[in-house]
């Protein structure tokens, strides 16, 4: 079965500081990968997706990037964080074919302060 | 482009009891999907359950259905008999199938269920 991880699962950093956040999926191969972040109370913003290595979209340009360097891995990063950035931020995977629901991980809680 | 609306912030509902969860949207195209996911406080988005536009009948998942009424573009979602372990906030979501597109959100319904 297909399983995906996040980590860290918690995250503390000053503004200015960067920021790295890796996903990671097993037992599927060539997904499409999504980046959403949810602010408290609110629903979700896609960020970024890809639909294989190295293929990146943008959804919101900011001061976010994503990067696939390989098939079931997807990076979130900033070179400088704002306070703005703070979120509950979640990675996705979808098979591409039928329905092609999304399945969730268990997300990234990132303080900038 | 897509519009999902979820007019309902908030629902209570008493356990054992149904309740039905409120999902409008908009889309012009002929082939889309209709999405329900659950977010309970730990944050995990589960996905529940999935209407086709072409489907003919209503989807069903154990305790969850979806009423799916194309002419009025609503999908509600119902959930028989419920349980506390239903407390939860509920998004509705939607993604066409003409050329590659992705999942647009609801704003969510926080779902309250009392003993």
Redesign the interface.
């Known amino acids: 079965s297909q399983t995906i991880h996040q980590w860290p699962a918690t995250l503390v950093q000053p503004v200015g500081s960067p920021l790295s956040l890796e996903c990671t999926v097993e037992g599927t191969s060539n997904p499409n990968l999504y980046w959403y972040r949810q602010a408290a109370g609110r629903g979700l913003q896609l960020l970024f997706y890809s639909v294989g290595i190295g293929q990146i979209s943008s959804e919101v340009p900011q001061n976010l990037s994503a990067s696939r360097p390989q098939d079931r891995q997807f990076i979130l990063s900033s070179k400088k964080l704002l306070l703005s950035d703070s979120g509950f931020y979640l990675c996705a995977w979808s098979g591409g074919q039928g329905a092609d629901e999304q399945y969730f991980g268990p997300g990234t809680r990132l303080t900038v302060t | 482009a897509q519009k999902i609306t979820q007019t309902q912030p908030g629902m209570f509902v008493q356990e054992k009891e149904a309740v039905t969860l409120d999902c409008t949207y908009d889309t012009s195209d002929p082939s889309y999907?209709l999405?329900w996911?659950k977010q309970p406080s730990?944050?995990?988005?589960?996905?529940l359950i999935?209407q086709?536009s072409y489907d003919q009948q209503n989807a069903t998942e154990g305790r969850y259905s979806l009423n799916f009424q194309k002419a009025r573009k609503s999908a509600n979602l119902v959930i028989s008999a419920s349980q506390l372990g239903d407390s939860a906030m509920y998004?509705c979501a939607t993604?066409t199938?003409s050329g590659?597109s992705?999942?647009t959100?609801?704003?969510?319904t926080m779902l309250l269920v009392s003993p």
């Open positions: 999907g999405f996911y730990s944050g995990e988005m589960i996905f999935y086709g998004f993604k199938y590659y992705t999942l959100f609801g704003k969510g």
